[in-house]
Every structure is written in C-alpha cells, then in structure tokens.
C-alpha cells in the first residue's frame, strides 16, 4: 500500500519523525514542521533520502503529485494544508493509520481510549500479560510511536495501544480485536468544536469491529453507554458502583464470583485508579492470565509518571507531579485524591475552557498559584471562589512561590488543568521542570 508513493507528512515531533523513518525506504517523502528540529533526528532522516522544510506556509508546497498526506495528531481538521489537501482529494490520515499496515494480520490488537485513564490502563495491561509471558509490545498515545515499534511486531503477538482523539480523527483502517473505553467526559473542544463530534471521534475505536471483537465498557458512564448502545461488539463491562462483569464489592475487586484483588492491596489508590484496574482485570481475563499474577502486577504497580506521581518531601511538604491532567476532569480527579490542604498549581496554554467544573472539589484548596496564558483567568476565577490565588510568571516561580506560603503537611500538587504548549514542548518536559525545581528547593533546603 505505501510504495513507490509521493507522501507529505504534516508535523514532524514524534509520530512525524517515526513514520518518516518507516516510510523513506520505498517512498518519497516531503516532511515540514514550522519549528527546527532535532539536529541528529533531521540528519538521520536526511541519509535517508527525506526532504525536511521548515515553514509556516506548508499549504504552498503541497500539490496534486501527493499520493497521500500524513497529519501529525495535534494538527486541526481546518489547517490550511488538510484543507487543501481535501479540495485536492489527497487522502489525509495519521501516522497509526500508517503502521497499522505494517503489522502482521494475526497480531492481536488491543486499543485503550477515553478521556482519562488510558495511560495507566495500557500499561498495566501490559505489564500482565508480560509477567504472564506472552509476546507483547506496548505503544501508540503514551510515548511510542506504533511505527517505531512495527519492526518488532511478529505473528500472533499482542499490541497493546493507547489511542487518543486526535489520533481516531484520521483513522480508517484500523481495526482493534479488544477495545476498551475507560470513560467519557467533555474534553478537547477547542479541537472538535463541540462534544457531538468528540464523542463520535472516541466512537471510531469500535470502527470495523465485529460481533467477535470485543469491548470493555464502563457501566456506570451514561454518556459511554448511551454511545456505545449499537457498536456489534461482544461486551465485558466494569463499575464502581453497580453490578459488573468486573466491580468493587467489600472492599475488593472481583471478576465475576472471583475475589481478584483487596483494595488495601493496592497502592495506586482513588475510584479511578480501580476502574483502570477493572479494565486491566478484563483483558488480562480475556487472554486467560492467571489470577496469581495479575494480583501481584497490581500489588506491584505504583502508577505512572506525571499522574498524580509522588515526588519527594521538604520539611513536611509532600510534593506531587500530575503534569498530565490537561482538562478539568483530570485535575478533579487529583483533588480526589488528597485531604490535606493542598496548594494548587495551574495554569498553561489558554484554550477559553471553563474553570467552574472544579468548584464543588475544591474545599481541601487553600491556595492556588497561577502562571502561563492562563493565570489571570485562574486567578479572577479562584478569587470568585473565595480562594486565595496568587499570580506567577512561570512554573519555576510558581514551585518557589508554593513552597514560601506553605505550612506543615501540605501537599503542593501541579494539576495544571491547561495543556503545556505556552511554555513547554509537552506535558512530560513540563512535569520534568517541575521535579528538576523540587530537586533545586531540596538541596536549598538539606
């Protein structure tokens, strides 16, 4: 399918970089991005025959001689370049579409979406079936590009893929065998336009599914269940709150009559956090692990960084890094998660989203510190709320600034609420900065 073509590829990063790679061998490829790159990554891909252009203009370099264009996710539907590709009638897809036909046909594929969870959900799911040693690969969403690791993927093994929004927008071909969907909240709008078309995005994972594929669906999610109500799928649900193929029930998780799990077992804690688990539970029951190990690679798993991760203690002050919660309901479901008084940092790019979802989880706040595009929204907004707010320039000010006001046993948790683009590549170098800045207050303080 993807040889002897002329492909232009939308975005360098880490997809873009990736499918350039897979594809260079047996194609010509055009790549630009409007920012410079990785020098070793651009000359790597230089010998390698591709043609990178740097520019803010790259509609003028595409063309009717393009077989197909490649769009790096966090690109909109209404760039000028997808535009024009359209009106040209070049196909536009992303770079999983891509590797998705360079993977084996019997490979079982199993997809993680939803609007939080998918993470810690893929890779405890990986983590079980890997002590449980079958041939499994992990990528996608959560860090690895599904065309770095195509080259690995043999007959029969297992691909375990976190897929996100703005990657099902451009996928068509694609087919999982297990499609688990965690849940489903308003997100990303500023990028859909409006929660109709985000839900029928998140829908794509069930695309060219089968009554002998199956999907693992959260229960108690009226919104999931209201989508998801004419998919062809087999079905295996979860809850933490009614009955379920998988569910809490005094104080453990079962699967179906089978006690799994004690809740005291497990150190990744919140209702959240055990419905992650719950799906876990599912597909490692759907590839019959047995229940000794999955047991212990819960007991085992301590989460994930830059999810509501534990960083360190200054006199006191527990510092947590959940660089990762980019929309209101991830940082809700940090609040969740602490009764202490929590010193709140927040802030990042502005996408004109609401911050009045949090109003009703903010009684253990005692203190928000604000920085980034955001911080005079974040501030006008706390101080509606009768919370003291203070305004900062930059995430380095605000960690200072966090630590001078705090008192005994505080806990100072970045939940910025806001994506990390103003200032920082993603939310992995920015949770990064964070520790690197708690790193800095421990030895001042030694």
Request: glycine letters at 4%; hydrophobic letters at 35%; proline letters at 1%.
């Amino acid at each position: 399918m993807f040889e002897n073509k002329k492909i232009f590829i939308l975005g360098m990063a880490r997809s873009g970089y990736s499918v350039a790679k897979l594809l260079a061998q047996t194609n010509t490829i055009l790549i630009t991005d409007m920012k410079d790159q990785d020098k070793e990554q651009v000359e790597e891909l230089k010998k390698l025959g591709v043609n990178l252009i740097i520019t803010d203009k790259p509609e003028e370099l595409l063309d009717d001689t393009f077989d197909c264009v490649v769009k790096n996710p966090g690109i909109r539907k209404d760039h000028k370049c997808v535009v024009k590709a359209k009106k040209l009638k070049i196909p536009v897809i992303n770079e999983v579409e891509v590797a998705y036909h360079f993977i084996p046909k019997e490979t079982k594929i199993v997809g993680v979406t939803g609007s939080n969870g998918k993470t810690t959900t893929v890779t405890l799911i990986y983590e079980i079936l890997k002590s449980a040693n079958l041939n499994v690969h992990l990528g996608g969403n959560i860090g690895f590009p599904l065309s770095s690791i195509v080259k690995d993927i043999k007959k029969d093994d297992i691909l375990v893929i976190e897929i996100s929004d703005h990657q099902l927008v451009d996928m068509y071909d694609f087919k999982t065998d297990v499609s688990v969907f965690t849940n489903l909240v308003q997100a990303h709008l500023d990028f859909h336009d409006s929660y109709a078309i985000y839900k029928k995005t998140k829908k794509k994972i069930f695309n060219n599914n089968t009554s002998s594929d199956l999907a693992i669906l959260n229960k108690s999610d009226k919104d999931l269940m209201d989508l998801t109500k004419n998919i062809k799928n087999k079905r295996l649900y979860f809850s933490s709150k009614e009955l379920a193929d998988c569910r809490i029930e005094d104080f453990s998780i079962y699967y179906q009559e089978e006690n799994i799990i004690s809740l005291d077992d497990v150190r990744i804690k919140g209702i959240h956090n055990y419905e992650n688990i719950m799906c876990a539970i599912l597909v490692a029951k759907h590839f019959k692990v047995d229940n000794s190990i999955i047991r212990q690679e819960i007991k085992d798993f301590a989460g994930i960084e830059h999810r509501i991760e534990y960083v360190a203690k200054i006199k006191t002050r527990e510092f947590y890094n959940d660089s990762k919660s980019t929309n209101i309901e991830s940082t809700i479901t940090a609040l969740k998660s602490f009764k202490n008084n929590v010193i709140l940092l927040m802030g990042g790019l502005d996408r004109n989203h609401s911050f009045e979802g949090l109003n009703d989880y903010l009684s253990g706040v005692r203190n928000i510190i604000s920085y980034g595009e955001t911080k005079d929204r974040i501030k006008t907004w706390a101080t509606k709320q009768k919370i003291d707010a203070t305004v900062v320039d930059d995430l380095e000010e605000a960690v200072k600034t966090a630590y001078n006001i705090s008192e005994e046993k505080d806990v100072i948790l970045l939940s910025p609420a806001c994506a990390s683009w103003d200032q920082f590549r993603d939310f992995e170098e920015r949770g990064n900065a964070f520790k690197g800045y708690i790193e800095e207050l421990k030895k001042e303080n030694e």
